[in-house]
């Protein structure tokens, strides 16, 4: 996807940490991630323009849109996603002139006055770090909580591994935090209040200036300045004071950490208090902004110094819920719902049963379609501009590649196996240069569980063999998915019966293949919980259903909804249905 990183800051901030870290593992997914800003100081990857948020007069904001919409036509962005109050605001009119998707992470309490109350400008979805966050937007803004999802700071966790305890002759204390502001207040009221310079030998890491009011503590604590290795302040630090990324980060490298911020003072994190901790992101957030007892602190300081490490248990915890790969996708999952639901389309998938030369071959039921109609489907396909791919291309590339800019994908599936699928579609599918996903009953040779039934029979129609299925896998044009044993409905069979379909096919049809299967059609579309459970036990990466499903594909894996294809879907037919919003329009 092509994505707008808004932000609007005029020093490092954990907003922009969290938005270039996120960024480039983005770009390392395939994305492509614009950048708008005051500054950007952290490396990251992909194009920046500078843009002064800070100022926020009337004619400024309106610049701000202007260009907001400029960069966006420009760059083709498909989602814009905000880290800030004044970016957010400029983001959110631009998103509503242009219909862009807009998310905004929000980093910090917000400001309550009655104009933010009656206009967010949160965009379509707001992602709070912390629970303390989303309480206050629920509880101060009104922000229903329907619009709102926990997303917490990824973090690159392989890069803080586990230290051994340091052996200082005195013991070291880091404070790692900005200068400015509340925090800078913090600091201060530390040094003051609750650190012995003679008892302990402090460092502060900070890429602010130092103000003048510090001047007084020059000779007794040391001022690092701004580091870049970060894991190596951590490494050599008996006890780590800080809020929000900081402790996370010297959690994982096993360091005592004293969790203050400018809201509250949760204390040395143990397994006691963690949950407390990331509810308010390490003391950096609270539903209001607390008065610190200092006097407590100074006591937690002692604690903390008491211990070489901090618990396992609690490294573990942060590992658990701020991994920077498992907050990515959660990021890419949201996106994916925001801009499928705020445009109101999904790539289309499109089932088909068996084709036919002639009238004589038509069916009782309504699975067949001409031969000549399918090849004007696929020539309608073409000219649209869709691509064909199979799940084999989804689960390589990754679900949201289906959203990719510029492209527009196609999936085509054909159920059951029948022989004609070998001697009609793949010949076309070969003259077209298209894919089809050809799911296979292999327990069958004809199709018998719709001839052997009392009510409305249908004729006999041959299935393919064993060699014409190797024959549609190795022309490279089809992949081969599992559809069970004998075409069952799955929902009216026991636990251990489903299993005996879904595994003995997926078997039989891997060693057709030669490789494993990707994706399994449940019959009829029936399915129920064991169903789902066990094609993904099994190792299915994806379940198709029929018409039943969420809406967006990425949404549940194991019941994608399907478009049936009938034998009156005229060119038109079809059009309407894979133009994009046929399901949206279907489910009013």
């Known amino acids: 996807m092509n994505i707008l990183m808004a932000l609007s800051q005029l020093e490092v901030t954990g907003a922009e940490v ?85 998310v905004t992470t929000v980093h910090g309490r917000q400001p309550v006055h009655a104009s933010r109350k009656k206009f967010h400008a949160m965009g379509d979805k707001a992602l709070p770090v912390c629970e303390a966050i989303k309480k206050q937007l629920i509880d101060d803004l009104n922000v229903p909580e329907n619009m709102l999802q926990v997303s917490r700071n990824g973090i690159e966790t392989n890069a803080f591994n586990w230290q051994t305890a340091p052996k200082n002759s005195k013991p070291v204390i880091s404070i790692i935090g900005r200068l400015t502001g509340p925090k800078g207040e913090l600091c201060y009221q530390l040094l003051e209040q609750c650190l012995d310079t003679s008892k302990y030998d402090i460092k502060i890491i900070s890429g602010s200036k130092v103000e003048p009011r510090f001047e007084k503590f020059a000779s007794k604590v040391e001022f690092c300045g701004y580091s870049k290795d970060v894991a190596a302040v951590l ?19 096993g360091r005592p950490t004293l969790a203050i911020g400018e809201a509250t003072a949760i204390g040395v994190v143990d397994e006691s208090n963690i949950k407390q901790a990331m509810a308010t992101n390490f003391g950096d957030i609270g539903p209001i902004d607390l008065d610190i007892d200092y006097q407590t602190v100074t006591q937690q300081i002692e604690l903390g ?69 399918l090849e004007k489907h696929l020539k309608l396909i073409k000219r649209m501009g869709f691509e064909t791919i199979t799940f084999e291309d989804l689960a390589n590339k990754g679900v949201i590649s289906r959203l990719e800019a510029g492209k527009r994908y196609i999936i085509i599936t054909v159920d059951d196996g029948y022989k004609d699928n070998y001697e009609l579609l793949l010949p076309l599918l070969k003259k077209y ?128 909804r399907r478009i049936a294809i009938f034998p009156k879907t005229t060119v038109f037919g079809l059009w309407r249905k894979i133009v994009g919003n046929y399901t949206f329009r279907k489910a009013k």
């Open 18 to 102: 969290y938005a270039t870290t996120v960024g480039n593992e983005l770009t390392k997914r395939g994305h492509n991630i614009t950048y708008v800003s005051d500054t950007l100081t952290k490396p990251f990857q992909g194009d920046f323009f500078k843009l002064r948020f800070n100022k926020r007069s009337i004619p400024r904001r309106f610049w701000h849109v202007a260009y907001l919409i400029y960069l966006i036509k420009k760059h083709n962005i498909q989602l814009v996603h905000a880290h800030s109050r004044a970016s957010s605001w400029s983001c959110h009119v631009a998103c509503k002139i242009t219909g862009t998707p807009m």
């Open 235 to 253: 490494a050599n630090s008996d006890l780590v004071i800080g809020a929000g990324r900081v402790a996370m980060e010297s959690l994982l490298c």
């Open 305 to 373: 110094l008491r211990s070489p490490h901090c618990p396992k248990q609690v490294a573990a915890i942060v590992r658990e819920n701020y991994d920077l790969a498992q907050i990515v996708d959660q990021v890419e999952d949201i996106y994916q719902t925001v801009y499928v639901e705020k445009i109101r389309k999904e790539m289309p998938i499109i089932m088909y049963h068996r084709f036919i030369k002639d009238d004589s071959e038509k069916g009782v039921h309504g699975t067949y379609l001409h031969v000549e109609m």
């Open 433 to 560: 240069n298209q894919k089809a996903v050809v799911y296979a009953v292999i327990g069958e040779s004809y199709n018998r569980w719709d001839v052997e039934v009392t009510s409305n029979p249908e004729k006999p129609v041959p299935l393919m063999n064993i060699e014409e299925l190797k024959a549609l896998t190795q022309s490279g044009h089809i992949e081969i998915g599992g559809h069970t044993m004998t075409h069952p409905h799955l929902n009216s069979l026991s636990y251990e019966q489903q299993k005996q379909e879904i595994a003995e096919n997926k078997s039989l049809l891997e060693q057709v293949t030669g490789k494993p299967l990707v994706s399994f059609a449940y019959p009829y579309g029936s399915l129920d919980h064991n169903s789902k459970q066990l094609a993904q036990k099994l190792g299915y990466q994806f379940a198709v259903a029929t018409n039943s499903g969420p809406l967006a594909a990425h949404q549940d894996l194991y019941q994608i």
